[in-house]
């Protein structure tokens, strides 16, 4: 066990799994170092260094730099799992996903249920997601949701180092195509995470926080925010519940049902954009499922419905927060919401 | 003065712990206060724990409040013996936080776990302590680690304590060979020989107290005592449903009835402490070493090992410790032993006791260790 950052976590479950499974290869745009680079010493293991040392340590065979084609190189991960590899192929932002999305949602997401169950794609696509990095509207979205939607697809989302290094390693063991999203801003949060290999589940959601008087389901980045929050609102006497769904699918609603039935009040924090998000989803279904439990009517708390702003200033006040999600939960307990009442 | 002032501070209980709530005081200002004395309930995000006074004197001022959250070390009260003015007093706890706040900023860093190679094998172990005395070697149960002992290895002074991980167990090789009483008793052994302890007092708690058990009869040139805290091997009966449940658990809600039921009292088993325990199962291996020595242990769900017959020739000091609300092994296995065996039974304390009457039982394995 040592402390380390979200990319070591994410190089060191690829590592791992490509030692102990030799099917396991990554496939992406700059994954090694460049198309025509000399060597290792030009393999900065792409954009920000998460895949660095993989080339040298499996060579060009496992780790295949790939053309900036996404349709091309999406289209032979998923043929390559359909056929018996393990890939990793990365799509460097999941902006880029229109190029490719064919690929995804109506090939490899079908194979299974195409080919009656006889077809299984152990295909993983890592992505970079999320605002915070100064990178603009075409690189700075939050679309899981998207991936969500479509029924044989996996998609999660971690929110730390430890989560992701274990979410990480199931996803390149499990045998459908699991989409996996890296948040930019987290690359370099720091935990505790364990040497040796280890898995967690798929539609478990962990819970982060225990409290009685609210509910607060967040995902990916938006954790931190949540617990920040948990912890300012913690001396003002309200206790929270946070609730990391892990997985948007599959989707542990269970737990949030359960913890709603307790506290009552449900406060959903997403960084996707508000129409059709996560929050809108899980809002829904505990309105469907749990409406006589609420106390308080469901806030959700994300960004406006917006291209991500490239100033600096508007981007900041784009994002969710800390501040915010307080402020929603001071509204579903009663109190009055002070930005409101400031207006 | 004619007094001596003592500080009671914020204890530090296991490795994660860097602040604790005070949740009550138990004793009143002014109150008179004998060693083993409870003074205040400290609340961690792992554990809530009764902390008990160490020294006899009067609760002259309780510092800090119910439900403020301190560092490890903060001043929580200060207990006096003898006469000491107001005034000496204030400039007492007034120095004593000056320097907490000193010290916090240029404090060494806790021991940290470690691992060792020994026979051929990856240890977790956890040193703590020092001085002259024979070592402590603490040992852990099924589905257990070093961090079971947080109250346990604090409280013992005057020599090294070891609390180690056993094979498949917490930060140790998840290889158990045939996962059976020679497997364990063999990687304790080899532990011994890798950190250089000629001779040690073993502490075992449930399986791991079968393991120092049959260490003490089978090696007794390398134990100096043997304490066993509700320890396997004494008797056929084991709450299987509690092996196979912990083994099988999968999901948070699924495993937290399990480890409730090691505790008298369910409260004590926390968010975090579920999560710890996940976190170990969620390991490449474990589940298999898990399987394997719950196979050679407590196959069809009766204890194999039996060292009850043997306990009685034992050449070192041996003592047992049981909570008489063991769900998971049956404090009536502590009857009959031969009158050689102190025993010592704690009414209404879980499987955990040692983690549930932790001052009393700190005192017993104190002085049973004695000074040598």
């Known amino acids: 066990m040592s402390r380390k950052s979200f990319r070591q976590a994410v190089n060191e479950a690829l590592a791992q799994e490509m030692r102990r499974d030799p099917r396991v290869i990554l496939m992406g745009e700059d994954v090694s170092g460049g198309s025509g680079s000399p060597g290792e010493q030009d393999a900065w293991g792409g954009p920000l260094g998460v895949t660095k040392g993989l080339y040298k340590e499996f060579g060009p065979t496992r780790v295949l730099d790939t053309p900036i084609t996404e349709s091309a190189f999406i289209g032979a991960a998923a043929g390559a799992a359909a056929s018996g590899l393990r890939p990793v192929a990365e799509l460097m932002f999941v902006d880029f996903m229109g190029v490719c999305f064919d690929q995804i949602f109506n090939q490899a997401a079908k194979f299974r249920y195409m080919f009656g169950g006889k077809a299984v794609t152990p295909l993983t696509i890592r992505t970079m997601y999320g605002a915070g990095f100064r990178a603009a509207a075409q690189h700075s979205q939050c679309l899981y949701p998207v991936f969500t939607h479509i029924p044989g697809l996996k998609c999660v989302i971690p929110s730390s180092p430890y989560e992701a290094k274990g979410l990480l390693i199931q996803a390149i063991r499990d045998d459908d195509p699991v989409i996996f999203f890296e948040h930019k801003v987290l690359y370099d949060m720091e935990e505790e995470v364990p040497d040796e290999p280890y898995t967690i589940p798929f539609g478990e959601a962990n819970l982060v926080r225990e409290g009685e008087d609210v509910t607060i389901v967040a995902i990916g980045r938006m954790v931190q925010m949540a617990k920040a929050a948990a912890e300012a609102l913690a001396k003002e006497g309200v206790d929270c519940t946070i609730i990391d769904p892990r997985t948007t699918s599959p989707l542990d609603m269970d737990t949030i049902l359960e913890s709603v039935e307790e506290t009552g009040r449900l406060v959903v924090v997403d960084e996707a954009s508000p129409r059709c998000n996560m929050a809108t989803d899980i809002s829904a279904q505990v309105a469907d499922q749990a409406f006589g439990a609420l106390k308080a009517p469901i806030k959700m708390v994300s960004p406006p419905h917006v291209p991500v702003p490239f100033a600096a200033g508007l981007e900041d006040l784009y994002i969710p927060n800390a501040d915010k999600v307080a402020a929603a939960v001071r509204t579903v307990m009663g109190a009055p919401d002070r930005r409101e009442a400031a207006e | ?372």
């Open chain 2, 1 to 372: 003065m004619t007094g001596t002032i003592h500080p009671i501070t914020m204890p530090k209980w296991g490795l994660a712990m860097t602040e604790g709530m005070l949740a009550a005081w138990t004793a009143a200002e002014g109150a008179r206060i004998e060693p083993g004395t409870e003074i205040v309930d400290i609340e961690t995000s792992k554990i809530t724990n009764a902390l008990e006074s160490t020294v006899a004197g009067t609760l002259r001022r309780r510092v800090a409040e119910e439900g403020q959250t301190l560092p490890v070390g903060a001043l929580l009260g200060v207990v006096v013996e003898g006469e000491v003015e107001e005034a000496e007093l204030d400039r007492f706890i007034a120095a004593f936080q000056a320097e907490a706040a000193a010290a916090a900023e240029s404090a060494a860093p806790p021991p940290e776990p470690k691992v060792v190679q020994a026979g051929g094998r990856p240890v977790r172990t956890l040193v703590t302590g020092e001085g002259d005395g024979t070592p402590v070697v603490l040992i852990h149960g099924f589905g257990g680690d070093l961090n079971n002992w947080l109250f346990t290895q604090p409280a013992l002074t005057g020599r090294p304590v070891h609390a180690i991980d056993l094979p498949g167990h917490g930060g140790s090789g998840k290889d158990v060979g045939a996962g059976d009483i020679a497997a364990l008793s063999g990687a304790v052994l080899a532990y011994l020989d890798a950190a250089g302890i000629a001779k040690a007092h073993l502490v075992g708690h449930s399986m791991g107290g079968a393991v120092a058990l049959s260490l003490a009869l089978d090696a007794p040139d390398r134990v100096a005592s043997a304490t066993l805290i509700a320890p396997a091997g004494l008797g056929a009966e084991i709450n299987s449903g509690y092996i196979d449940g912990f083994i099988g658990a999968q999901k948070r809600k699924d495993l937290k009835p399990h480890l409730e039921s090691l505790f008298a009292d369910p409260e004590l088993v926390t968010r975090d402490l579920v999560e710890d325990v996940l976190k170990f199962k969620r390991l490449d291996g474990v589940e298999a070493a898990l399987k394997t020595i719950s196979g050679a242990f407590f196959p069809g769900g009766r204890q194999a090992v039996s060292l009850r017959d043997r306990i009685g020739g034992a050449k070192v000091p041996v003592q047992v410790i049981w909570g008489t609300a063991d769900a998971i092994l049956p404090a009536a296995h502590a009857d009959g032993l031969p009158g050689s065996i102190p025993v010592h039974r704690f009414d209404g304390k879980g499987h955990m006791v040692h983690m549930e009457a932790a001052a009393e039982v700190n005192r017993l394995l104190s002085s049973f260790v004695g000074n040598g």
